[in-house]
């Protein structure tokens, strides 16, 4: 290939879907300019283990690259790093960048990810309260993290629960204040919820359910002395985290024009409105053939299965997005492996008992297993992901007997 | 610093260089082989770092998890000397290691 056949594709973000675009184009000998533009200072990391064992101080920062910078530089593609994208040119397919330069780009690929959800009440701004979404969050939260610290989390789903099984270790008080009657609502059914709420007292976490916050107290020096509560009550704390989810990032494409709604709107290529521009990961709105309708997903999963996707697209292979999501936690002892979208099960078959050390839930519509979660048990997820791809249709009863095989169902 | 080789299953050879500690699942990720997807980045959640030790070098590879097993027990290519790429960490004994790719991940 000539240099004058030779394109350049600009990835926007840099987090897993870019890290794993890169690397795919890397794996297919794509032939063309592939350039990174990141915000943050580090090449694509994993993001998983911030609120478990990079929070706990277990691993060390370098070993979450999903590859170390040289191995991209070497291979020819370019990072550009610690620099922001001001804007999208369309019609010259230019973006702006920070530092006031600008990059032509032939394709355009936006992997920007999501931003947490700020809790928006009084005392929001005082010292002392944390988010967590990137290893600098991470790393200001952990040398908070000392013994007999009062570290009060808002919000009980996977982050929140995680930072708290991490701190607890650590001999933090943590209490937990969630303000649905149950943990993890949103992604996960009852049992589990149940389950995980006895695993987190047991650990000595004070989690409080149907609790509503209303707002911080200001103790010394603009400092959080507490958080307020709905029902006129305050819990004490040193530090706060606040971890009530996150919001797509689209300022870019919806500055640029593109179609937005609550994500990126992308097709099962992951096309954009514009033919010259993809995105991919937690920013889209995408159609993934295994649904019927448009979903957005905030998971590892579907960050590198859609740059997968991407990555054919750009190659002219058009392989549209059919696989089921999947999910994975880790909270103490428990491995929690999950595939498929619960919500909207119409009967819940348990494997196991939830004071076993291993169980599963599966999630039936009309008889076919549209999610699985294990606990514990590798092989139900395993199990699960061929049953719900599949979209098998299995008894009740082979499901929930311990003594019947469930590789057999496959 | 020694050497392993990943054979693809199309027969493609890949002769890496690595470190001792450095996981079999790492060591493929950073060298670009494709086929070791390693999607949940080495936590034995998601079964796509799935490879066969050849057979004089498997007792060299330590031994299988409960975890590990059970994951490898739905791999489809599933051979006497399968293992989870992410929980093989590499050992100074390692060097000179062929492992074969499947044709599938999970």
């Not at chain 1, 973006?95 to 600008?102: A, E, M, N, V």
């Not at chain 2, 489809?76 to 004994?93: I, N």
């Amino acid at each position: 290939m000539t240099t004058s056949e030779k394109k350049t594709t600009v990835i926007v973000g840099g987090g897993h879907a870019a890290g794993a675009l890169m690397t795919t184009l890397l794996q297919k000998k794509y032939q063309h300019e592939v350039v990174l533009v990141g915000e943050e200072p580090h090449p694509p990391y994993q993001r998983p283990p911030l609120s478990k064992n990079y929070l706990a101080g277990e691993v060390e920062q370098a070993s979450l690259y999903l590859k170390p910078r040289a191995v991209y530089e070497k291979a020819g593609q370019q990072l550009r790093l610690g620099v922001r994208v001001e804007q999208i040119d369309r019609d010259n397919k230019t973006i702006r960048l920070s530092d006031q330069s600008t990059l032509k780009y032939d394709q355009l690929v936006l992997a920007t990810g999501s931003h947490v959800r700020r809790l928006r009440a009084p005392g929001s701004d005082l010292q002392g309260i944390h988010y967590l979404h990137d290893i600098a969050d991470t790393d200001a939260l952990r040398e908070k993290l000392v013994p007999g610290t009062r570290l009060v989390i808002v919000g009980g789903g996977y982050i929140g629960l995680e930072v708290a099984a991490s701190a607890i270790k650590k001999g933090v008080n943590v209490t937990v204040l969630e303000a649905a009657d149950r943990l993890m609502q949103r992604v996960t059914g009852p049992e589990m919820s149940a389950f995980f709420y006895a695993k987190h007292i047991a650990a000595g976490v004070d989690v409080r359910l149907n609790t509503a916050v209303t707002g911080f107290e200001a103790g010394d020096q603009g400092r959080v002395a507490g958080v307020t509560l709905a029902d006129g009550g305050t819990v004490p704390a040193d530090i706060v985290l606040v971890s009530i989810g996150v919001i797509p990032e689209t300022a870019l494409a919806e500055a640029a024009g593109l179609p937005c709604d609550d994500g990126i709107v992308v097709d099962e290529f992951t096309r954009t409105g514009d033919p010259d521009i993809l995105a991919i990961g937690d920013c889209t709105r995408h159609r993934n053939l295994f649904f019927e309708k448009m979903q957005r997903l905030e998971s590892v999963a579907n960050a590198v299965d859609q740059a997968r996707t991407a990555a054919a697209t750009l190659m002219g292979e058009e392989k549209p997005y059919d696989s089921a999501p999947w999910f994975w936690s880790n909270q103490y002892d428990v491995r929690l492996q999950m595939v498929g979208l619960s919500q909207n099960h119409d009967q819940r078959v348990l494997r196991g008992s939830t004071e076993d050390k291993e169980f599963a839930v599966f999630y039936l519509r009309e008889g076919c297993v549209i999610a699985v979660d294990a606990v514990n048990l590798p092989v139900a997820f395993m199990v699960g992901k061929q049953l719900v791809q599949h979209r098998k249709s299995v008894s009740a009863e082979a499901l929930s007997d311990p003594g019947a095989d469930l590789k057999a169902l496959v | 610093m020694g050497k392993i080789t990943f054979i693809e299953h199309d027969n493609t050879e890949h002769v890496t260089e690595f470190e001792a500690g450095t996981t079999l699942m790492q060591i493929a990720v950073d060298n670009a082989v494709p086929g070791i997807d390693g999607d949940c980045g080495g936590e034995c959640a998601c079964g796509t770092c799935h490879m066969i030790v050849a057979d004089e070098w498997f007792g060299k590879t330590g031994s299988i998890g409960d975890a590990e097993e059970q994951m490898l027990s739905m791999t489809p290519e599933r051979a006497q000397t399968s293992r989870l790429g992410c929980q093989v960490k590499t050992t100074a004994a390692m060097d000179g290691l062929t492992v074969h790719l499947p044709e599938f991940q999970m």
